[in-house]
Nanobody
Framework: EVHLVESGGGLVQAGGSLTLSCAAS????????IAWFRQAPGKEREGVSC????????LYADSVKGRFTIYSDNAKNTVYLQMNSLKPEDTAVYYC??????????????????WGQGTQVTVSS
């Protein structure tokens, strides 16, 4: 059974940084796409970033390009999201999700069959 656990959320001032972690278990960490999504109150869930273990490709939403970095530690089956220059509009519950087997990245919500419980990120102005 696929199991995803997010951690690292919290409260930070605008301009600050946070690193989220997504620890994955229940599957072999190859040919898998792991993505971060977020959902703010009253808004739809949106894709933030994705990384593919098949070819190490990454994908970012335009709203976070240049500020967020996704990377993985395959030995630990963990994917990280380094978030810099945070803005109040980044405030949301952040979820990690897995699509496997997968050979490319996407930020389409319905593609991902396994989800974590989410971690709250709050950016104060």
């Amino acid at each position: 059974e696929v199991h995803l656990v997010e951690s690292g959320g919290g409260l930070v001032q605008a301009g600050g940084s946070l690193t989220l972690s997504c620890a994955a278990s229940g599957f072999v960490f190859e040919n898998v796409a792991i993505a971060w999504f977020r959902q703010a109150p009253g808004k739809e869930r949106e894709g933030v970033s994705c990384i593919s273990s098949y070819d190490d490709s990454t994908l970012y939403a335009d709203s976070v390009k240049g500020r967020f970095t996704i990377y993985s530690d395959n030995a630990k089956n963990t994917v990280y999201l380094q978030m810099n220059s945070l803005k109040p509009e980044d405030t949301a519950v952040y979820y990690c999700a897995a699509d496997e087997p997968s050979y490319h990245c996407t930020l389409v919500t319905k593609v991902f069959g396994s989800w974590g419980q989410g971690t709250q990120v709050t950016v104060s102005s």
